[in-house]
């Protein structure tokens, strides 16, 4: 089961997804190079389409427009009640970013790499401090009006002065965005940690000055806003349905970027109070398709007739992406968690191999890094590299970060092991919990309370035996469920103990991590630094993450952050699968080469006319 909080998935495939659009690398950057006239952007090394290129490799450029395509709401979130994804307020529907064209387009093949969208061409200046947009002539919005410099300019300003906190996070050293024409924009940046920032400006989706000049930006809205991408909205039911259409006069439709991509006439978003009545629903044929997170239901309830028949199937892909961080995070803000010593102690009372075994059927591993999956994650003692960027804050290290990085225990799998939790009893009791009249309690007499704060009861089957080998050791622990709106309110408040979060960093991190765990983004109301990270050496690290300027530099700094963060035990680690689980209706088709880095489904399938009137038949 990948747990996934409905903030999380917002922001991921909402907003983030415009913003930082795969901004990851693999080869050394030449800061050498002379600025140039170019189609494309790419972090490091060099693009792989040429400047003539005709589409992208993963897509059948022949493919047929039409056809539907409806799936349930993001996993996680189970209603909405705006259209605006832009800022803290309100839970924001999913696919709002097929609504917004950017300067340039990401390519899902490549690890770093834009190619031209709005923008025909892009010059980055010799010393990266500003990068110009040339546009093309024939952008338009929905409603026919053009698009020009003007519109790219208001909305970097409405973003980073009005836009959710991580935006003005990842804009903070962008100066400034100005109009040399209206097909001409120019951004200026600041300081020295500016690998990214073209990419980013690249990546911003751009909105209707005209319409922002007469509709609040800082409000929620169930009203479609104006944009200028491949669909527009033609249909919403507050929290349960929301319906994308084709623009048949998109205008960059043929453009190479988009050559066989947005196949589908109608996108579908159907949410749903629980995945019970999801998977009930996806059975009925209420939807077409399913990404599946629960590992149970994958393995033992879709030994079913329309499964046996070919009618509904199921196709594993690859996930080359970082497998993400995933498990219990522990706020320490509040006082209890303060201690590493109680984290890890928490860390011990969980018992994975038992609950992989009697819950996931064997299907996971345990996640041990925040960089996991990928060569980013922290392995044996560290390397004369990453001791040159942690020497300098030994005095501030526990010794652990330079041994061999910290790996949660593997249990007996018997669900109590008794010489875990005995371990986890000793280091509560260091840190000063010890046991009376059978609770924890501190010096003060004051006891030891825990809550798992969850939005659906599908997750409390996972928590439970965590939640009794808490209370064997004395610790009063529970598990809270709360209505989705509080649930996402005191997400982004930070009020929880422990939370169940996800969250899938890009194969080349840059200036989003400090929204992960740089120190200011601790007390920034929505951001991903859920545990309350406030830590001067990992700010430190982020910023050598930032400014390097080849892959080898770039991992070396990663694996020395993930040493230091694994050494706090800020989280309980989950568990990860490098793969997506699909289940769809038989009426679709796909091209023969998946795009390394997304999972394609709504960007290059399609729908087939002869497989859907098969299957209506069968039916």
Do not use: C
């Not at 006082?335 to 102690?345: G, N």
């Not at 008794?418 to 010890?434: D, E, H, M, P, V």
């Not at 309350?532 to 530099?553: C, T």
């Amino acid at each position: 089961m990948n747990a996934s909080s409905p903030l999380s998935r917002l922001i991921l495939r909402t907003l983030m997804s415009t913003l930082l659009a795969l901004l990851i690398g693999s080869a050394s950057m030449d800061y050498s190079l002379a600025a140039e006239r170019r189609h494309g952007l790419s972090t490091f090394g060099k693009l792989k389409y040429p400047a003539d290129f005709e589409h992208f490799d993963y897509v059948n450029p022949f493919a047929p427009k039409g056809g539907s395509l409806s799936m349930i709401g993001t996993a996680g979130q189970i209603t909405f009640n705006s259209l605006n994804g832009f800022i803290l307020k309100g839970d924001a529907a999913q696919g709002l970013g097929y609504l917004f064209d950017s300067l340039m387009a990401p390519a899902q093949d490549e690890p770093d790499s834009l190619y031209g969208l709005v923008a025909q061409s892009v010059e980055l200046a010799d010393d990266r401090k500003t990068v110009t947009f040339f546009l093309r002539k024939g952008p338009k919005f929905a409603d026919g009006s053009p698009l020009t410099a003007d519109d790219v300019v208001n909305s970097f300003t409405l973003l980073k002065e009005m836009g959710h906190p991580r935006i003005a996070l990842q804009l903070r050293d962008v100066t400034k965005a100005e109009a040399l024409d209206p097909l001409t924009v120019r951004y200026s940046f600041k300081g020295e940690l500016i690998r990214d920032l073209p990419t980013i400006v690249a990546s911003l989706p751009i909105l209707s000055k005209s319409w922002y000049d007469t509709h609040d930006f800082t409000k929620t809205t169930l009203e479609a806003p104006l944009g200028s991408g491949p669909y527009k909205i033609s249909k919403v039911k507050q929290g349960r349905t929301l319906v994308f259409e084709r623009r048949k006069d998109y205008w960059a439709r043929d453009l190479p970027v988009n050559k066989g991509r947005f196949n589908f006439d109608t996108l579908r978003y159907e949410y749903f109070r629980d995945r019970t009545a999801e998977f009930e629903a996806l059975k009925a044929g209420e939807y077409d398709l399913r990404e599946e997170f629960t590992s149970k239901t994958w393995a033992t309830e879709y030994d079913i007739k329309q499964v046996r028949e070919k009618r509904l199937l199921r196709l594993t892909t690859a996930d080359a992406r970082p497998s993400g961080a995933q498990g219990f995070f522990i706020n320490v803000r509040r006082k209890k968690f303060s201690d590493p010593r109680v984290r890890k102690a928490l860390d011990h009372a969980f018992d994975f191999e038992w609950t992989n075994k009697n819950q996931f059927y064997g299907l996971y591993r345990r996640t041990s890094s925040f960089f996991e999956n990928s060569d980013m994650k922290a392995s044996g003692p560290p390397s004369e590299a990453e001791l040159a960027l942690l020497a300098p804050h030994r005095a501030a290290l526990p010794k652990e970060v330079f041994e061999a990085p910290y790996t949660s225990p593997v249990s007996n799998g018997s669900g109590q092991d008794r010489k875990l939790l005995r371990t986890a009893s000793k280091l509560l009791k260091q840190a000063g919990w010890i046991v009376k009249d059978g609770k924890r309690v501190n010096g003060k007499g004051e006891k030891f309370e825990l809550e798992f704060l969850i939005f659906s009861p599908t997750f409390e089957r996972i928590i439970a035996p965590f939640v009794k080998n808490l209370k064997i050791l004395g610790i009063d622990a529970r598990i809270r469920i709360v209505d989705p709106s509080q649930y996402q309110s005191r997400l982004k408040a930070f009020d929880f103990d422990i939370i169940t979060q996800r969250y899938v960093l890009r194969v080349t991190p840059g200036v989003e991590i400090r929204s992960y765990w740089g120190t200011k983004s601790a007390d920034t109301p929505g951001s991903f630094n859920l545990s309350g990270i406030k830590d001067p050496v990992v700010d430190a690290l982020m910023e050598k993450v930032i400014a390097s300027k080849s892959r080898p530099e770039l991992v070396t700094a990663t694996r020395a952050i993930d040493r230091v963060l694994r050494a706090r035990h800020y989280w309980v680690p989950h568990w990860f699968k490098a793969a997506h689980n699909l289940a769809f209706w038989n009426k679709f088709s796909q091209p023969k080469i998946k795009p390394l880095y997304g999972r394609g489904v709504i960007e290059t399938w399609w729908y087939e006319e002869t497989k859907a009137a098969k299957l209506k038949s069968t039916q």
